[in-house]
């Protein structure tokens, strides 16, 4: 009895049979400045995001889509209701929530926030 990886006998990672070898899986998303997981179609920004980290505007009662759509394709720092700000390339705000590629201090990785967790924001 034999028993084969569960992609077939490449063992499962760049071989035949394997995510982006022949006969496998396609490999994952390529996306520049190192992002993925996002959308199909949709990029993540070519560099870093701005060196700093700009004045926190006066809280909203409740952050708008329509708001917030301004940014789309921005670079946007936003200031959640619980933990350290961040910077986000959003790509797609709905009537709830905004998703775009997240900053990580590396790399920009596709992310979703709802917008009830959002203090503030500002884009440039």
Not at 21 to 43: D, T
């Amino acid at each position: 009895m034999t028993f084969l990886p569960p992609f077939g006998p490449g063992g499962g990672f760049g071989g035949p049979g394997g995510p982006g070898g022949p006969g496998g899986m396609p490999g994952p998303p390529s996306f520049p400045g190192g992002g993925g997981g996002g959308p199909q179609g949709v990029q993540a920004p070519t560099g870093p995001p701005p060196s700093f980290i700009p004045q926190q505007p006066a809280s909203l009662f409740a952050v708008d889509p329509r708001a917030i759509s301004g940014c789309l394709f921005r670079y946007t720092y936003i200031w959640p209701d619980r933990g350290p700000g961040f910077w986000m390339f959003p790509v797609f705000v709905g009537r709830n929530s905004v998703a775009g590629f997240r900053w990580n201090g590396f790399f920009w990785m596709y992310s979703g926030i709802d917008l009830q967790r959002i203090s503030s924001f500002s884009c440039f």
